[in-house]
């Protein structure tokens, strides 16, 4: 299996990032002072986009965005946990900001849903998905999308068949860089239960390899982010306990190792964490840790300190909440090149922290239109009417929505990948992209599941405030690199980047 090494360039953007970030950032993000005055709105136009979410969201579970025809709009699936029919919603978009209901042809099943997931498991250009379902001791169920707006089951054939605990959350992560994204079941049961990590054997199998690759440990885990922390080009694991402190995985070139006290994320063994979410809060190309917890104090903001620990800076960021959580993102909301904060409640209001560039976070869904309707457990952030602006589908128990951001002028962009479908999985799972411009310096990376149970969109949203110029870098998971100089992105720019050749194609987009 090749394994990726960490590349001379990077190390040196590294090390640049670092250092403008001390000199730049203070506990809440970038200096660039955040314009309060200018925060785009996000509107409810489920009626006006044709989805019945009455229907969706009694009981609601799931939301996630993914493009399941290749035409760059975003379609979504939707569902919920009920014990009756018609769990599962397959949304197509129209490329009209309306949506068309496709589920009855669709091939999905009524699977009682948890979470939802896309990746390209067997690398043929076409997103499959991914269900985790709260039915007692069942593995995640696998569609693979046959084309056509076609899928089918394939979770027997695929060798998804290991038992105990129910499969709360189900994602996507190349762990070993052998070019197949890989699955990771996390599992809650009555008592303690083991976690599963499985294989892609690359012919559209997969074989269970959590004990040999040192993921020994049981606990209940409601939830599990993919992060590499220590950029070294894989994906280390954080998991969400219940009932016990949280933990924390290095990776070592395919094999697991325990350093939750080490790197100072074991959290409080009274929390009950679950939701976890990852991205570069300050800019200095460490990615940091946002977790929501339940029945608890509060929530957690975690900042990568670069030499293998983090810092929980919650307090001094004013990000805590209440400890009433459910799921959260790490987006940017209002395109001005930092990184924000989500986090829905319970039984409380939703929250949206926006990074104010110096000091604390300040708090707006209210303002905004997004502290409503409560009790959110998917919520699916992409730009799905393709104007450049990040937009939100949402699902709940209480209700659920499409959110359209109003935006607000600002320049962005909107970057996605293709991998090469040999030495780097399709869907680019694990891969990176650094943006630099003026203001500074971002850094995302492509996830295969995050939050309670969902999934942000696959393609990278970058917010650029008024900056018309950025270089971009590409670091895929093989270890290669693509690059582009100068890029002109005045305006909202749609950029394809296929690994193969490092085509680079930029398209406009919005008005």
């Not at 459910?326 to 039984?347: E, M, P, Q, V």
Request: charged residues 15%; hydrophobic residues 35%.
């Amino acid at each position: 299996m090749k394994l990726r090494s960490s590349g001379t360039a990077f190390k040196l953007l590294t090390l640049t990032l670092i250092l403008l970030s001390q000199s730049l950032y203070g506990c809440g993000g970038s200096g660039n002072k955040t314009d309060m005055s200018n925060l785009p709105d996000l509107t409810n136009v489920s009626q006006d986009a044709n989805i019945n979410f009455s229907e969706i969201a009694a009981l609601g579970q799931i939301a996630t965005f993914g493009d399941i025809n290749n035409d760059n709009y975003l379609d979504f699936v939707a569902g919920n946990a009920r014990s009756r029919p018609e769990h599962t919603f397959l949304y197509l978009n129209n490329k009209d900001n309306t949506f068309l209901n496709i589920t009855q042809n669709s091939g999905l099943g009524n699977t009682r849903n948890r979470s939802a997931t896309f990746a390209d498991y067997n690398n043929d250009g076409l997103l499959d998905l991914l269900i985790g379902t709260i039915q007692v001791s069942s593995p995640p169920v696998l569609y693979k999308n046959l084309g056509d707006l076609q899928f089918t089951d394939v979770t027997e054939e695929a060798g998804l068949n290991a038992t105990g605990g129910s499969a709360f959350q189900a994602l996507w992560l190349d762990y070993n860089n052998d070019g197949f994204a890989d699955i990771l079941q996390v599992n809650v049961g009555g008592k303690i239960v083991p976690q599963h990590l499985y294989h892609n054997n690359g012919d559209g199998t997969f074989t269970l390899v959590s004990e040999e690759v040192g993921l020994t440990d049981s606990f209940n885990a409601h939830t599990a982010v993919a992060i590499d922390y220590d950029n070294d080009g894989d994906s280390d694991l954080f998991y969400g306990n219940s009932g016990g402190p949280n933990m924390f995985y290095k990776n070592n070139n395919g094999q697991f190792e325990n350093v939750t006290q080490s790197a100072r994320l074991l959290g409080d063994p009274d929390w009950d964490t679950v939701g976890a979410c990852s991205g570069d809060i300050d800019g200095d190309g460490f990615m940091d840790l946002y977790i929501t917890n339940i029945s608890s104090d509060r929530n957690a903001l975690y900042r990568n300190n670069g030499n293998g620990t983090f810092s929980d800076i919650t307090e001094s960021s004013s990000t805590q909440d209440v400890g009433d959580g459910r799921t959260c993102a790490l987006i940017d909301f209002n395109s001005d090149g930092k990184t924000d904060i989500y986090a829905s409640n319970h039984i409380n209001p939703s929250k949206l922290y926006i990074n104010m560039g110096q000091g604390p976070f300040e708090e707006v869904a209210e303002e905004v239109g997004i502290n409503i309707p409560r009790d959110i457990f998917s919520a699916s952030w992409g730009d799905y009417n393709m104007d450049g602006y990040i937009d939100l589908v949402a699902n709940g128990h209480l209700g659920g929505g499409l959110y359209m951001n109003s935006g607000n002028g600002n320049n962005n962009i909107v970057v996605n990948l293709v991998g090469n479908g040999t030495t780097t999985n399709s869907s680019a799972i694990g891969s990176r992209v650094a943006v630099t411009t003026k203001l500074g310096n971002q850094i995302k990376a492509v996830s295969g599941g995050s939050g309670c149970c969902e999934q942000n969109m696959l393609p990278l949203h970058f917010g650029l405030k008024k900056e018309a110029e950025a270089d971009i870098v590409v670091s895929w998971t093989d270890g290669t690199e693509c690059k582009a100089e100068k890029l002109a992105v005045d305006g909202n720019s749609y950029i394809t980047v296929t690994q193969q050749g490092c085509d680079i194609k930029s398209t406009k987009i919005g008005n």
